[in-house]
C-alpha cells in the first residue's frame, strides 16, 4: 500500500532527531544542549505556539 503524501510544512521542518550514531550521547554536557536549544530557537517557538505542537 502506498504511502499518502507528507503534509507542508510552513518553516521546512519534518523532523529532528537527536540521537548519536549507536545511541551515543551527542551533549558533551548541558551548555552543549543550551547552543542547540539557543540556535533552533524560531523553530521550536513556531512549533510548539502553532495548533500543530498541541
Known amino acids: 500500500m502506498p504511502r499518502t503524501s507528507r503534509q507542508h510544512s510552513d518553516t521546512g521542518v519534518y523532523h529532528v532527531m537527536l540521537r548519536g550514531i549507536d545511541r551515543q550521547d551527542i551533549f558533551a554536557d548541558d551548555q552543549d544542549r543550551g547552543k ?3 540556535k533552533n530557537r ?3 517557538h513556531s512549533y510548539y505556539h502553532s495548533d500543530r505542537g498541541k
Open 42 to 44: 524560531p523553530y521550536f
Open 36 to 38: 542547540l536549544h539557543q
